[in-house]
């Protein structure tokens, strides 16, 4: 019944920037958990970042200092925003968000395709 819905990608060149974003809509009582995944040809699906519902932020290595996450909980919507791409960045970026609401479960975004040329 929960839908996870992103929107914000699209092809870049590197050194550009994209802001993506994710909207969680149906029945939901509360988010703890949002993030941000992504899973390029050959790799695992890897956590970009996430946030908690206090606030606390992870990232990965690899994006540190480039990418922000943030949340808006009124909307819940969860938000990253990426500088400095590169072509490495390329990959399909999925919302992830833990929801309580009717039933307490994950749900995952369609994803949504991020390409940094080269």
């Known amino acids: 019944q929960v839908q996870l819905v992103e929107s914000g990608g699209g092809l870049v060149q590197p050194g550009g920037s994209l802001r993506l974003s994710c909207a969680a809509s149906?029945?939901?009582?509360?988010?703890?958990?949002m993030g941000w995944y992504r899973q390029a040809p050959g790799k695992q699906r890897e956590l970009v970042a996430s946030i908690q519902s206090g606030g606390r932020t992870t990232y990965a290595d690899s994006v540190a200092g480039r990418f922000t996450i943030s949340r808006d909980n009124a909307k819940n919507t969860v938000y990253l925003q990426m500088n400095s791409l590169k072509p490495e960045d390329t990959a399909v970026y999925y919302c992830?968000?833990?929801?309580?609401?009717?039933?307490?479960?994950?749900?995952w975004g369609q994803g949504t395709q991020v390409t940094v040329s080269s």
């Open positions: 149906g029945i939901i009582f509360s988010i703890n958990t």
């Open positions: 992830y968000a833990w929801v309580t609401g009717i039933v307490n479960r994950g749900y």
